[in-house]
């Protein structure tokens, strides 16, 4: 939002590119030959539907070249593919493939997304400004205006203020001229204004629209309502209902990417409302995937905020905040809600996880607009941490944590989890006992996400090492004392 001070604020631009793979980069000639046709050749048997459909499992072609007979390394196959004496190459053709899996109901996502998970291919940026075009309509200006309290008839503060800001598009129904937009809570909140703090006049901004807001006859905006959020996570949800202006407009919306998996150096983008003048892009890299950075609580009330956020080298400015930042094949990977602007740094915004932004976003819509997290009632440590280069060429980071004190009767896992158990994974289902997500446990602050997503009577099963025997334990939240409100 354009007016806040010390350490904070800002959002990400779209990110576009393509993908080259290394099965394709083959000197000398054209792909003549069907990736079908080389499955074919290389032993499969089975009709063009039938191996498209062994490519839902998410195998690369070298994979499905071995399992149906061929035998060597995958040099060696990509050799093969070449033709003799390296003379006009023979490959795999991506695109012929890719249109293949749409026609046959094989595959739904875009030409670079297909590439990526059946081709193994590595994403490099390029001047996709198709792609781009799609992110910058999923984001919107957001602009606010508050009225001052009072006291003693008088104003505390200026007669009148207002900010500006972004917010992404989540859920759209453009039939209906409905959307559920996310954005900052600081966005939408003044502590010196009436009532709770919460603008009463919010409008929104796609790109390209005239912005009129403030003047006596605005019509271009899109007229939202706060309905939730937490002011702790940074997040406020906004909803637009019956929306004229909404249903002519180009708006989309984002598609959301796993902010668990982003990795240090990927490229993104930021698009947001940079210092009130109407959406921009800009490009940075991922700098650290996940951090933690303490700021001012937007009460006003001096208390300091600690975030889990992702760093970036993206140019985030003062009306960037609860704008986007897409990675490179623009998937929506965080919020943007601060950046550092001490004089001596250069070149650090921060974003709130998409992950845990959509879970608060989802918490407050299923709690009238209050966030209600789930509380186990332990202290966790990580005990062990260490990054290795996984096998897709990722930098991972992976912790051992490990429940650090002993627990205090009323919580709900007093008498169930122990001081020293190494938590291993949780699964959380709900009331009817339906799996609602179940993970690994490899970082510190996933068990504090998932339980966003727990609400009463959910329960949450949990593998944990004790003493190196590994047992399981369930937990129940039936008590509302279990949960905390945001």
Excluded at 160 to 175: F, N, T, Y
Excluded at 264 to 282: C, K, M, P, R, Y
Excluded at 340 to 352: F, H, K, P, R, S
Excluded at 456 to 475: C, D, P, Q, S
């Amino acid at each position: 939002m354009k007016k806040i001070t010390k350490i904070l604020l800002s959002l990400f631009c779209a990110s576009t590119l393509t993908l080259g793979f290394a099965s394709c980069e083959l000197a000398g000639g054209v792909a003549s030959k069907s990736a079908y046709e080389i499955a074919v050749e290389n032993g499969f048997k089975g009709t063009e539907a039938e191996w498209l459909a062994t490519l839902s499992n998410g195998k690369s072609a070298y994979q499905i070249a071995v399992e149906n007979g061929f035998k060597g390394t995958e040099q060696e196959w990509l050799i093969s593919l070449k033709g003799a004496d390296g003379k006009d190459a023979e490959a795999v053709d991506p695109y012929a493939a890719y249109q293949n899996a749409i026609a046959n109901q094989a595959f739904s996502g875009s030409y670079v997304e297909f590439l990526e998970q059946f081709f193994n291919g590595d994403i490099q940026p390029v001047n996709d400004t198709e792609r781009l075009a799609h992110n910058i309509m999923s984001v919107v200006g957001v602009y606010c205006s508050f009225t001052p309290k009072t006291s003693g008839g008088i104003s505390i503060g200026t007669a009148q203020s207002a900010s500006a800001g972004s917010g992404v598009v989540i859920d759209l129904d453009k039939e209906n001229g409905n959307a559920t937009i996310i954005t900052n809570y600081h966005v939408i909140y003044d502590s010196k204004a009436q009532g709770d703090g919460i603008s009463s006049s919010i409008s929104l901004y796609p790109y390209g629209s005239v912005v009129d807001y403030g003047s006596e006859n605005a019509t271009h905006g899109i007229k939202a309502t706060y309905v939730g959020g937490a002011m702790d996570y940074d997040i406020a949800v906004l909803k637009v209902s019956g929306s004229e202006v909404l249903k002519n407009s180009a708006l989309e919306e984002a598609k959301i990417g796993n902010s668990d998996t982003c990795t240090a150096g990927e490229n993104v983008f930021v698009i947001g409302n940079a210092e009130g003048d109407g959406l921009s892009i800009t490009d940075g890299v991922l700098s650290v995937e996940s951090e933690y950075i303490t700021m001012d609580s937007t009460s006003g009330s001096g208390e300091k905020v600690k975030y889990r956020v992702m760093r970036t080298s993206a140019a985030v400015n003062h009306g960037n905040s609860g704008g986007a930042m897409f990675d490179a094949s623009g998937r929506l990977i965080g919020i943007v809600n601060a950046k550092n602007v001490e004089d001596d740094v250069e070149n650090m915004g921060y974003a709130l996880p998409v992950n845990n932004a959509i879970a608060v976003m989802n918490n407050a819509l299923a709690n009238n607009g209050q966030v209600k997290r789930a509380m186990l009632g332990i202290s966790v440590q990580t005990i062990e941490s260490k990054a290795v280069i996984n096998e897709n060429g990722k930098l991972v980071i992976t912790e051992k944590c490990q429940v650090a004190e002993p627990l205090q009767k009323g919580v709900a896992a007093y008498g169930l989890l122990k001081e020293g158990d190494i938590l291993k994974s949780i699964t959380l289902l709900d009331a009817k006992g339906t799996v609602v997500n179940t993970l690994a446990i490899t970082r510190l602050h996933q068990v504090g996400d998932l339980l966003l997503d727990a609400r009463l009577n959910y329960k949450a099963k949990l593998t944990v090492e004790r003493k190196g025997v590994k047992t399981t334990v369930e937990i129940k939240f039936d008590k509302e004392s279990y949960f905390d409100l945001y």
